[in-house]
């Protein structure tokens, strides 16, 4: 199945051979990159963040998302080159899992936006709609991604006790989770978003599981 696809996210550990390899191989499958994820981000000396940013203008990509620890911030706020914009991730059990607090670290860095990622949203207990809302136009760039609600018990415990105590969320095929696909392209047509969409699935038969979340989305589309 041909998902017809031209533009991919590039994860940080693809271009393990350096940034001309993976350009090379996006331009062999026909592809340009999106953005360019670095993966996690947890102290202000990583190397990932200088490594993340030359990938990006090997790739000739406008966009950097990661995961990051809010001590890291300041530090990658001062090394965003220039033309590219760089987005914290929401991530269900890091520091910042919610737009409540996605927001905060973003008020003290106004150069650095948000990459909301939609799933981890739903496992943290969040509507992605309602996240939307939260950041408007601090959103740069979107992580599509079904996943099942958190159930109150499990947003009681909090986030740093529930990944040691309960089993890691495991992935929801698309349409038997909580995201309304639909009322996502509303709620980022009501804040002028204009920014990529990502689909995402990590279990098995990940093209069945994309397409969905395509069709869903142009239908979603057909109806605003």
């Known amino acids: 199945m041909s998902l017809g696809l031209s533009h991919v996210d590039v994860w940080l550990g693809h271009a393990g051979d350096g940034p001309d390899v993976a ?12 953005a360019v994820s ?22 000739g990509v406008a966009v950097v998302v ?13 090394r965003v ?19 409540r607090e996605v927001s905060a670290a973003l008020g003290q860095h106004p150069r650095i936006a948000a990459c909301l990622d939609t799933g ?3 496992v ?15 959103i740069q760039h979107v992580h599509l991604k079904d996943a099942a609600m958190a159930a109150p018990l499990e947003r009681l415990i909090g986030r740093r006790l529930r990944s ?38 990590e279990g098995n038969e990940p093209t069945a599981a994309l397409a969905f979340l395509l069709e869903a989305w142009a239908a979603a589309s057909r109806v605003a």
């Open 81 to 99: 080159p220039a033309g590219v914009t760089f987005c914290v991730e929401n991530h269900w059990d890091h520091a910042l899992a919610t737009s």
């Open 164 to 201: 040691r105590l309960l089993p890691r969320p495991a992935p929801v095929p698309p349409g038997e989770g909580a995201l309304d696909v639909a009322g996502m392209r509303r709620a980022l047509d009501a804040v002028g978003y204009q920014g990529a969409i990502a689909v995402e699935y």
């Open 124 to 138: 943290a207990g969040e509507a992605p709609e309602r996240a939307v809302e939260a950041l408007g136009t601090r």
């Open 23 to 34: 350009a090379r191989q996006l331009r062999e499958r026909g592809l340009e990159a999106a």
């Open 38 to 59: 670095s993966g996690g981000i947890y102290a202000p000396d990583s190397a990932v963040i200088p490594r993340g940013f030359e990938l990006a203008q090997a790739l």
């Open 66 to 78: 990661a995961s990051v620890s809010p001590s890291a911030l300041e530090a990658i706020a001062d």
């Open 120 to 122: 981890h949203a739903l």
